[in-house]
């Protein structure tokens, strides 16, 4: 059962209304998001360097301290719409905190003002930052929520096909890889999600996409020829409709013979890794993620 702490989270979105906001323009969404995300302190033992990757706005956080040499490019999530550095700042900051390895967060084009392939064509020059900065390909890892979590495995798969050197291990919270929306879990469990819908994730697919194939593997890694990948953890939680995304994949990348673990957590929300400063929860999912970067970094 979940804690009481997560309940109250679940009962806090369901108060605001999360998933019913498809209406709300795209302006008003994204400042609600990261008026959210500034609701949540940084630990006090990060530091943070804002830069630039070409016209890109990025941000380096860094633990003070014991850094690791290695190196975390993370993707935001927010279904290509929304979301910014500023929404998920905590969230990898709490990760940098406790694995000690640095993390370049980037702002990445967002639809539909920069529809597909912009989002993926922005990470794959911060990856490839990354490595003309002089950082090994075996030491740096991947890793989104939810929309980022389907252009993490993008990214891995674009860099494989381009013969870049992959990096040592990815990481995909609440991944969406299919934007054609077949997963059953879509329907089966849209009553209990807070926080996305499957008529929601459409509109952000529809503004995505602008009419290119949802099933280019590039835009939905499910139906990609996965071989080849580096290592991957997926963590899920038991009670979002983007369930059979991550029980999907995980099942593609083991028959590609990828080294996959697949994390569900029981009655867990959408990206509740997020909500670690109320929800005991996340900061295990937290230290699940620093125990796996650390293993294949």
């Known amino acids: 059962m979940p804690s009481p702490e997560h309940n109250q989270v679940v009962d806090m979105l369901i108060a605001f209304g999360v998933k019913d906001k498809i209406d709300t323009p795209l302006s008003e969404q994204r400042i609600a998001y990261e008026a959210a995300g500034a609701l949540y302190p940084l630990p006090e033992d990060v530091e943070i360097e804002p830069i630039n990757v070409g016209e890109m706005n990025c941000e380096w956080i860094r633990p003070k301290s014991a850094e690791k040499s290695a190196a975390l490019l993370y993707l935001h999530g927010g279904g290509y719409v929304i979301g910014s550095i500023a929404t998920h700042r905590e969230?990898?900051?709490?990760?940098?905190?406790?694995?000690?390895?640095p993390a370049l967060i980037i702002d990445y084009r967002l639809a539909p003002e920069n529809p597909f392939p912009a989002a993926l064509d922005d990470s794959i020059a911060a990856y490839k930052y990354l490595l003309s900065s002089g950082n090994s390909?075996?030491?740096?890892?991947?890793?989104?929520?939810s929309a980022g979590g389907g252009l993490t495995m993008a990214t891995l798969l674009k860099a494989r096909d381009s013969s870049i050197s992959l990096p040592g291990c990815a990481v995909c919270l609440s991944p969406w890889?299919?934007?054609?929306?077949?997963?059953?879990?879509?329907?089966?469990?849209?009553?209990?999600?807070p926080v996305v819908s499957k008529e929601s994730l459409q509109m952000m697919a529809d503004h995505y996409t602008r009419g290119?194939?949802?099933?280019?593997?590039?835009?939905?890694?499910?139906?990609?020829?996965?071989t080849g990948l580096p290592p991957i953890l997926i963590q899920?939680?038991?009670?979002?409709?983007l369930?059979?995304?991550?029980?999907?994949?995980?099942?593609?990348l083991k028959a590609a013979g990828i080294d996959v673990t697949l994390t569900e957590y029981p009655e867990l929300i959408h990206v509740f890794q997020a909500f670690a400063a109320?929800?005991?929860?996340?900061?295990?999912?937290t230290e699940e993620i620093?125990?796996?970067l650390c293993r294949f970094l």
Do not use: W
């Open 137 to 145: 390909s075996d030491k740096i890892a991947i890793a989104g929520d």
């Open 243 to 252: 369930l059979d995304d991550a029980r999907r994949l995980e099942k593609t």
């Open 236 to 241: 899920v939680g038991t009670a979002e409709v």
């Open 290 to 292: 620093c125990e796996f």
């Open 177 to 193: 890889v299919d934007l054609t929306m077949s997963g059953e879990t879509m329907d089966l469990l849209v009553d209990r999600d």
């Open 212 to 226: 290119h194939d949802p099933r280019d593997p590039y835009v939905s890694a499910i139906f990609g020829e996965l």
């Open 91 to 101: 969230l990898v900051a709490r990760i940098v905190s406790r694995s000690k390895i």
């Open 278 to 285: 109320n929800s005991p929860e996340a900061g295990q999912a």
